[in-house]
């Protein structure tokens, strides 16, 4: 079935705070009520975001064309595919991870006779900050791992996409429990205004300098945070590999949603025995991707983030190669290739977020000096055909995840982790990750009445002499 709602790219009117503090007070009530812990109720607002997505593919596709001209093909795999598999997984695995788990390592009398366990608490009310780029899938996928766990969820989407926004709000109160699943709009404004209530967990998707803010909120109320950052994902293109396949790949994720995706590479290291053909065929398959004739590519969400990456390539020191011309009326940048980058040029002072590929000429040992000289990264690419240059980079780097020989893989595999370290976040999520991260595990130890009798040297005065009183 596919939904008739409507999408629509109008503003409208943000949440008011006194509406954002009723919405918040109104999950507070549920979820002292105890209906979020049922496993049958998850399960039907698992199945309900399930049908929320499946139903209307089209509009969300639409959505994210009016916001960001980006193709269909893109939305359904970025947004749709990945997410409806992360609420699969969820509604899959629900009764297992919301089960107790035994503790093996309790001794004999604990395990059998006290009967140690971990019980699966969902930890509250929690709130949701969503992020722009792919805005549907960072809303909605954590909101879907609270509710897994039992909790209630405030959900805040990005402001930017607008009909993305405008469509997430009204799909959220068409399928959703209002009683628990609540979904509230605004900008930085209205975003510090939520961020002064008592939510029992936060989880921000967005910029570094947003996760402080919301890490320093969260700090109030002792509430403890997922943050799902960004940063630079470097690539490491060692000399064992084709140079053909790798910037074939490379070309493509920064193709993708024009290079605004968090695990998308933002510069790449080539090893000098290879780099010029590397660079011929990463400006060949950037040029292609970008389309014959008529320049393809998804558009830059607004002026701001458009005029500094074409800051960005009229200041670097490097070479430029770039196939098209870019469309200042509609924010549509043409993917550009930059060559001969030294590490000091200022393109790489920060995550570039845009079709913009930096190329530097090094060996994986100076590679990795380098990215051992900036934050770690959420994502890291090694493109290399030798298990020890593999080893090597994973022995001496850090980063959220990391794919070889390819792109963004570690992101959408199923059972896998998803988060940053250092700068990039802190936490994970997706699978079970995510069931674990809107969870605290309580510790129950149960002791019968009856051991009191073997346990009578624990009472003082303590008789250290005779230890077997
Ligand atoms: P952002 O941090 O500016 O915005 C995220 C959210 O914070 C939005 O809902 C926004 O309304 C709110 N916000 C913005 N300014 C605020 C302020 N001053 N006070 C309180 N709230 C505020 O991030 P963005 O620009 O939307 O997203 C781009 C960044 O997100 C990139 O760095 C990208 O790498 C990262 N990202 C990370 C992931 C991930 O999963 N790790 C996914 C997508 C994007």
Redesign the pocket.
């Known amino acids: 079935q596919t939904s008739t709602i409507t999408v629509s790219s109008a503003a409208r009117p943000y949440t008011t705070a006194e509406q954002a503090a009723e919405a918040h007070d109104r999950l507070v009530k549920t979820f002292a009520s105890g209906k979020t812990k049922s496993l049958r109720w998850r399960k039907w607002q698992l199945k309900q975001f399930w049908w929320m997505v499946t139903d209307n593919e089209d509009a969300i596709c639409r959505a994210l064309a009016a916001d960001l001209g980006r193709p269909d093909m893109e939305t359904l795999v970025v947004e749709c595919t990945v997410m409806k598999q992360l609420i699969l997984d969820q509604i899959e695995h629900l009764e297992e991870w919301a089960a107790d788990d035994p503790i093996p390592e309790a001794d004999f009398i604990f395990r059998t006779i006290g009967k140690a366990r971990i019980r699966k608490e969902p930890r509250g009310v929690a709130l949701v ?6 805005p549907v899938l ?1 809303t909605f996928a954590p909101a879907v791992a609270a509710v897994a766990a039992g909790c209630c969820v405030l959900m ?5 996409p607008v009909a993305s926004q405008n469509l997430m709000a009204d799909l959220v109160k068409s399928y959703l429990d209002p009683e628990a699943i609540q979904l509230v709009t ?3 404004a ?3 205004e939520l ?1 002064e209530l008592k939510f029992d967990h936060i989880f ?8 402080k ?2 890490l320093t909120a969260a700090a109030k109320h002792m509430a403890p945070v997922v943050l ?4 630079q994902g470097p690539a490491i293109v060692t000399g064992s590999v084709d140079p053909n396949i790798a910037a074939k790949r490379i070309a493509w994720a920064k193709y993708m949603n024009a290079g ?4 998308c590479v933002n510069h790449v290291f080539v090893d000098p025995s290879i780099h010029d053909q590397f660079v011929e065929r990463l400006v060949y398959w950037t040029a292609k991707f970008a389309g014959e004739g008529d320049l393809q590519v998804s558009n830059i969400i607004n002026k701001a983030n458009y005029n500094r990456l074409s800051g960005l390539l009229a200041n670097t020191k490097g070479k430029v190669h770039q196939s098209h011309k870019s469309n200042e009326a509609t924010n549509t940048f043409a993917p550009a290739v930059v060559s001969d980058v030294k590490p000091q040029d200022a393109l790489l002072n920060d ?1 570039i ?1 845009g079709p913009i590929c930096p190329v530097i000429k090094a060996t994986y040992r100076e590679a990795v000096e380098d990215i051992n000289s900036r934050p770690n990264p ?1 994502a890291a690419y090694i493109f290399s055909n030798d298990r020890s240059e593999i080893n090597y980079i994973l022995d001496n780097t850090l980063s ?1 995840g990391v794919t070889v020989n390819d792109l963004m893989m570690h ?1 959408i595999l199923p059972g896998t982790p ?3 370290v250092g700068e ?2 802190m936490g994970a999520y997706h699978g079970k990750y995510g069931f674990l991260a809107f969870t605290h595990l309580r510790a129950v130890v149960e002791i019968p009445f009856w051991l009191d009798s073997l346990m009578a040297w624990r009472y003082p005065p303590y008789d250290i002499k005779n230890k077997s009183n």
């Open positions: 900050l969503g992020a722009w780029n792919t960072v805040k989407p990005s402001e930017l605004g900008g930085a209205e975003t510090s961020l921000h998707t967005g910029s570094v300098k947003v996760g803010i919301v799902e950052l960004g940063g605004q995706i968090c695990t995550e977020f959420l959220g992101g998803f988060g940053g990039s976040g």
